[in-house]
């Protein structure tokens, strides 16, 4: 069986991360992608490191698409995308607001002459707020929502000035959501002939995956209990043999603190006085992680340990860097790592999917496109002749390059 998302076109006018992640995933559920890339190329091109001319950051969201660049200045750019755009099930941008309206490639300009089309704008704040002009990037859009404050709540004194996330979460939050309200505009599309243009904002994303957003937009004073199910007051221990762990929630939290005395078979912590309360715990925090250190000092095996953890109905995972992980067994028995062509001759390892379908069969990695690499091939499948593709490369309407940095070939 071929990929479920299989025969469905995707114009990708994305760049960077948010974008190209949220067609990316289309690409790996088997959707035909094909990227406009513009003559400046993509910005993740030039990313560190580098394998040959590859940057691997590009790679991994990119690997798999078709390639066209393009210079949507020249009108007959614009007619060769705009033919493109006639047969689209799907065309996601992530541009601020308006910068597709100046080639004639908005939605409504698509609309036009694509009634069916499911177009997807991911932007920082929307297309028609009073913000939507405004530059968007992950660490300043994570700054505005309180994601970066919270961050530096959750670390208080261990942090000696304020910084931010290592991680881009705003961006690739919002090109899931991007990748949700497509999958959902075409199961309407399928009820009802008609597409839609739907927007995507990652401020709002930011807002919508906080799990404790709720919580402190209450203002309730919980009286010393952590808020969301003490998750972010998870504890770091570590083991005899200097192997570090986590013990998901926190014994601050008076359930927690109940299943916590029962893992250790401690029942005599229940009535201790300094332990009676949320607040009393966190006065004496240091106290109490000592009496799990210590009983955690007795296990010189995980896997013993994993069992009474689980017996309490709490979880244990062992702190690992990247590598550590991908050399785990579990990597190996989901493919949660892949090989991916690196263009010079190797291959690159890159994150495998999250999914395994019961009776579809996803496609393999796919090769990361140079810039253009695809302009003949796809020019030619809409019947441009050789002699009008070789004028397009010779005035610059259509470009190419291997280097990232270099010049045009």
């Known amino acids: 069986m071929a990929g479920p998302l299989d025969g469905l076109r995707v114009i990708d006018f994305t760049r960077v991360l948010a974008g190209p992640h949220c067609t990316k995933a289309l690409r790996d559920l088997g959707a035909d992608v094909t990227k406009i890339e513009p003559p400046t190329g ?82 920082g704040y929307g297309q028609s707020t009073s913000w939507k002009n405004r530059p968007a990037f992950a660490p300043t859009v994570q700054a ?6 919270m961050v530096g709540d959750h670390f208080g004194d261990a942090l000696t000035e304020p910084r931010n996330d290592a991680c881009s979460h705003a961006d690739v939050y919002t090109g ?37 957003a709720g919580a402190v937009l209450s203002g309730i004073d919980t009286d010393g209990e952590p808020i969301a199910l003490s998750a972010n007051e998870s504890h770091i221990f570590e083991m005899s ?15 927690i603190f109940a299943r916590y005395c029962a893992m250790m078979r401690r029942n005599d912590l229940k009535t201790d006085p300094r332990f009676a309360t949320a607040n009393l715990r966190r006065q004496n925090l240091q106290v109490l992680l000592a009496e799990v250190k210590a009983w955690l000092s007795t296990f010189s095996n995980l896997e013993q340990l994993q069992v009474q953890v689980s017996e309490a109905g709490l979880a244990v995972g062992q702190l690992r860097t990247i590598n550590e992980f991908a050399a785990s067994d579990w990597v190996k028995e989901w493919g949660a790592v892949v090989d991916v062509d690196n263009r010079a001759g190797g291959t690159v390892r890159m994150p495998g999917n999250p999914w395994i379908f019961s009776r579809s069969t996803l496609p393999p990695p796919g090769v990361p496109a140079f810039q253009g690499e695809h302009n003949e091939e ?32």
């Not at 910068?99 to 089309?117: H, I, Q, S």
Request: glycine share 6%.
């Open 42 to 123: 993509d910005l993740a091109r030039i990313s560190f490191p580098h394998v040959g001319d590859m940057g691997l950051y590009y790679v991994q969201q990119n690997a798999g698409k078709r390639n066209l660049s393009i210079d949507l200045n020249w009108v007959e750019a614009r007619e060769i995308v705009t033919d493109m755009c006639r047969e689209a099930d799907v065309i996601v941008e992530n541009f601020r607001p308006g910068t597709l309206a100046r080639f004639g490639f908005a939605y409504e300009d698509v609309r036009a002459f694509n009634p069916k089309v499911v177009y997807v704008s991911l932007s």
């Open 144 to 149: 505005e929502t309180g994601f970066t404050n």
């Open 176 to 212: 899931l959501q991007g990748v949700i309200a497509i999958l959902a505009a075409l199961y309407d599309r399928n009820r009802t002939g008609e597409g839609q243009h739907v927007d995507v904002s990652m401020a709002a994303t930011m807002m919508s995956i906080n799990e404790r």
């Open 241 to 255: 043999d200097g192997r570090r762990l986590t013990i998901a929630a926190s014994p601050i939290y008076s359930p």
């Open 378 to 409: 796809i020019l030619a499948e809409r019947k441009i002749s050789a002699n009008r593709i070789k004028d397009l490369q010779e005035r610059k309407v259509l470009l190419s390059r291997r280097n990232p940095v270099g010049s045009y070939d």
